[in-house]
């Protein structure tokens, strides 16, 4: 059996599929050790679902992600060409604060004493000018054995059009033992600073991930037959079918008689675990690809061409505009260090349920980015947080409650978070004067929400979309108890809430299909007017071709190295374009009339084209896919049922300033058709979504909620 597990700042979220049932638990994160967290959630729900046989896990991960903006990882030491040592400390000329006359950048991940170069020189031809000498090896093994690493990285000059020279000094290196990354392997793309900072990131995580991801395999390899006696967590499972049952698997995607794990990459396929062991830095934004996956499913389930991914966790919330297909880009920035490897464009701010808020030195409240985490957590999980949270502030508004957190599994403290709401107000009586208890709950979700309705404009205003042509699809624990507010703000018409919310990014995990990439850097110019077109051009058409055909071959072998069925793998073809004299390029798919899409892009992204100006390719890309079947949601008769029936009880709420009666329905009765008003909050295992004054809440035949505002029902 198959599950896929995400695991977050607080919880970590196991979802297995089985006959047309989606079963889900959550468990407590363990941030000291995120493998124990999965395999306590793995063994629960294998229990509880009496799961027959060898386990695979499919697992997003944030291992890689918590190292790096933590800078716990491994002690590196970065070989590259001789006089290009400081590369990783120039960087770029671009600063982050443009005004601030005392900014620092972030100390570089290998310190100047563990960089070492290498007499070696390939030209921007390719061709080799200088190889590395046996003495200069072996002088740098000496070198190396000193400097006490625990992992190399080595990055040559315009080793991605020749790497001959790299993998000499490579081949000498393995004799330490040690794991290496290569420049080569990771990422054989130009941009020398990009490239040498992804390959540091891989060796600063390589260890770790490594050994994360050993013991986790080990673990899932004891999770056999024996350990599905029954007992474990409750968990949670729709009883009412809401998906069809799947097709088999692919053979390809079959594991060993003692499982096996899959990891979540950034850009939204899956990879074995080896591959992951060895390029973490595909890895770093895991989880947050799997709630765009699922949303992107969702979506064309729904007949939705454009909707924002909203994904509200404990610590984050990640934001992703999907316009048919969610956009992926090679341009991110973590901890302030460039991770050019592909990734779904996501944006994250920290933003969750456990965010910590407090006041800052002008008085102003302050929400995150910190986070209460999984321990303590926040105040009413009654686990030694002394700090307010947007959980805490949700609880006192009443708009969660402490009965059906976790379907009654795990009852919150409402008086300990009073209790500290209240000491915080005395304690800082000067800067908030004689601000309520419930006020100061209201302020804090106030600045929480509007730290993400900017994350969300960011995604859409800021790049030329306007948000009122999509829906906002919203999941995550939090998710639903913001979406309406959020959605008032940006004139979203709608919002959809799955089912099982708390749960959807594992549920995206699970669905993800295997996914290749690869580039290679050419630099090929191309006339773009008169008689030069492509029909004309056929020896541009047959290089490119041959070019591609190349990158092919060799992926599709590493897919069959990896375990996969590389002849089901359907590749997808992309040309990154500029014009010639830009500095940065477009990507554009490789088909007979790329010159017009890039001029279309172009027009897009910056206002202004030039038809007939000269264009240049700069990188091939490659995607191979093996597609995993997905599952079809379920359609239920509409009736429109009597939501009296799903009502559990009434009790205040806080909108507006100012207490509501408010119904609480259980969404595991709600059926489908219901119709009903605000205010509301619906109740579930994963989740709990509030409906306010102003809006509208139906369930529609595939059984998620879709909130609409009063002004638009």
């Given at each position: 059996m198959r599950l896929g597990v995400d695991t977050g700042g607080t919880f970590t979220d196991c979802v297995v599929l089985e006959?047309?049932?989606?079963?889900?638990?959550?468990?407590?994160?363990?941030?000291?050790?995120?493998?124990?967290?999965?395999?306590?959630?793995?063994?629960?729900?294998?229990?509880?679902?009496?799961?027959?046989?060898?386990?695979?896990?499919?697992?997003?991960?944030?291992?890689?992600?918590?190292?790096?903006?933590?800078?716990?990882?491994?002690?590196?030491?970065?070989?590259?060409?001789?006089?290009?040592?400081?590369?990783?400390?120039i960087g770029r000329q671009a600063r982050p604060r443009l005004y601030d006359l005392e900014a620092r950048q972030a100390p570089p991940l290998v310190p100047r004493?563990?960089?070492?170069?290498?007499?070696?020189?390939?030209?921007?031809?390719?061709?080799?000018?200088?190889?590395?000498?046996?003495?200069?090896?072996?002088?740098?093994?000496?070198?190396?054995?000193?400097?006490?690493?625990?992992?190399?990285?080595?990055?040559?000059?315009?080793?991605?059009?020749?790497?001959?020279?790299?993998?000499?000094?490579?081949?000498?290196?393995?004799?330490?033992?040690?794991?290496?990354?290569?420049?080569?392997?990771?990422?054989?793309?130009?941009?020398?600073?990009?490239?040498?900072?992804?390959?540091?990131?891989?060796?600063?995580?390589?260890?770790?991930?490594?050994?994360?991801?050993?013991?986790?395999?080990?673990?899932?390899?004891?999770?056999?037959?024996?350990?599905?006696?029954?007992?474990?967590?409750?968990?949670?499972?729709?009883?009412?079918?809401?998906?069809?049952?799947?097709?088999?698997?692919?053979?390809?995607?079959?594991?060993?008689?003692?499982?096996?794990?899959?990891?979540?990459?950034s850009s939204g396929g899956i990879t074995t675990a080896e591959r992951a062991a060895r390029e973490p830095v595909r890895t770093i934004l895991s989880g947050p690809a799997g709630g765009v996956v699922a949303s992107t499913w969702l979506a064309k389930q729904l007949g939705l061409?454009?909707?924002?991914?909203?994904?509200?966790?404990?610590?984050?919330?990640?934001?992703?505009?999907?316009?048919?297909?969610?956009?992926?880009?090679?341009?991110?920035?973590?901890?302030?260090?460039?991770?050019?490897?592909?990734?779904?464009?996501?944006?994250?701010?920290?933003?969750?349920?456990?965010?910590?808020?407090?006041?800052?030195?002008?008085?102003?409240?302050?929400?995150?980015?910190?986070?209460?985490?999984?321990?303590?957590?926040?105040?009413?999980?009654?686990?030694?947080?002394?700090?307010?949270?947007?959980?805490?502030?949700?609880?006192?508004?009443?708009?969660?409650d402490p009965d059906y957190f976790l379907a009654g599994e795990f009852r919150l403290e409402h008086r300990a978070a009073e209790r500290i709401f209240a000491e915080f107000l005395r304690r800082h009586s000067r800067q908030v004067g004689s601000k309520t208890v419930p006020e100061l709950a209201a302020d804090i979700v106030a600045v929480s929400n509007a730290i993400m309705e900017k994350a969300l404009r960011v995604i859409s205003v800021e790049r030329g979309h306007d948000p009122r042509g999509f829906a906002l699809i919203c999941f995550g624990g939090g998710g639903g108890l913001h979406?309406?507010?959020?959605?008032?703000?940006?004139?979203?018409?709608?919002?959809?809430?799955?089912?099982?919310?708390?749960?959807?990014?594992?549920?995206?995990?699970?669905?993800?299909?295997?996914?290749?990439?690869?580039?290679?850097?050419?630099?090929?110019?191309?006339?773009?007017?008169?008689?030069?077109?492509?029909?004309?051009?056929?020896?541009?058409?047959?290089?490119?071709?041959?070019?591609?055909?190349?990158?092919?071959?060799?992926?599709?072998g590493q897919l069959r190295e990896e375990g996969f069925s590389a002849e089901m793998a359907r590749p997808a073809r992309r040309l990154d374009l500029r014009y010639a004299g830009q500095s940065y390029e477009l990507s554009v798919p490789f088909r007979s009339d790329f010159r017009e899409l890039f001029h279309q892009q172009h027009e897009r992204a910056y206002g202004y084209s030039h038809p007939g100006r000269p264009l240049e390719i700069v990188n091939l890309r490659l995607r191979l896919t093996v597609r995993t079947p997905k599952p079809q949601l379920r359609a239920h008769r509409t009736r429109h049922?009597?939501?009296?029936?799903?009502?559990?009880?009434?009790?205040?709420?806080?909108f507006s300033g100012r207490l509501h009666e408010t119904r609480l329905y259980d969404r595991e009765r709600l059926e489908a058709g219901a119709h009903f008003a605000g205010p509301a909050v619906v109740v579930e295992y994963s989740s709990t979504t509030v409906v306010p004054p102003d809006y509208s809440c139906e369930v529609d035949k595939f059984l998620n909620l879709i909130l609409i505002s009063g002004s638009d029902s």
């Open positions: 006959h047309g049932e989606i079963k889900i638990l959550k468990v407590f994160s363990t941030p000291e050790d995120a493998s124990r967290g999965v395999l306590d959630g793995v063994r629960r729900l294998a229990q509880a679902c009496q799961l027959a046989g060898p386990l695979e896990i499919v697992h997003g991960t944030t291992v890689g992600t918590n190292s790096l903006l933590e800078r716990r990882g491994a002690r590196v030491a970065l070989v590259t060409t001789a006089g290009f040592a400081d590369v990783i400390e004493k563990l960089r070492f170069g290498v007499r070696e020189r390939t030209a921007a031809d390719g061709t080799i000018l200088e190889r590395p000498s046996t003495a200069g090896i072996a002088a740098l093994i000496r070198k190396l054995k000193r400097s006490h690493a625990g992992s190399i990285a080595v990055c040559f000059l315009f080793s991605y059009l020749n790497p001959a020279n790299e993998r000499a000094v490579v081949r000498a290196l393995k004799g330490l033992q040690l794991p290496i990354s290569a420049s080569h392997e990771i990422l054989p793309e130009f941009r020398e600073y990009e490239r040498l900072a992804t390959v540091v990131i891989n060796a600063f995580l390589a260890p770790k991930m490594g050994e994360y991801l050993k013991r986790l395999e080990r673990g899932v390899a004891k999770a056999t037959t024996p350990l599905h006696g029954g007992g474990g967590g409750r968990g949670w499972w729709a009883p009412n079918h809401a998906y069809d049952s799947t097709t088999p698997w692919p053979p390809s995607y079959q594991g060993g008689e003692s499982g096996r794990v899959y990891v979540m990459q061409s454009r909707v924002i991914s909203f994904d509200m966790g404990g610590t984050s919330t990640d934001v992703c505009l999907i316009d048919g297909l969610p956009r992926t880009t090679n341009e991110i920035t973590l901890g302030g260090l460039p991770v050019a490897v592909p990734v779904l464009d996501v944006h994250s701010v920290g933003a969750g349920g456990g965010s910590l808020a407090r006041l800052d030195a002008g008085g102003a409240l302050r929400v995150g980015p910190e986070s209460a985490g999984a321990k303590p957590g926040p105040i009413c999980y009654n686990q030694g947080g002394t700090q307010p949270t947007v959980t805490d502030a949700n609880l006192l508004l009443g708009r969660l979406a309406a507010d959020l959605a008032r703000s940006l004139r979203i018409p709608k919002v959809v809430v799955p089912r099982n919310p708390g749960a959807f990014s594992a549920l995206g995990i699970l669905l993800s299909d295997v996914v290749k990439d690869s580039v290679q850097s050419v630099f090929i110019s191309v006339s773009d007017g008169g008689r030069d077109t492509l029909q004309r051009s056929a020896g541009l058409w047959r290089d490119l071709e041959n070019r591609f055909a190349i990158l092919e071959r060799a992926a599709r049922p009597d939501p009296v029936r799903a009502e559990v009880k009434t009790k205040p709420v806080w």
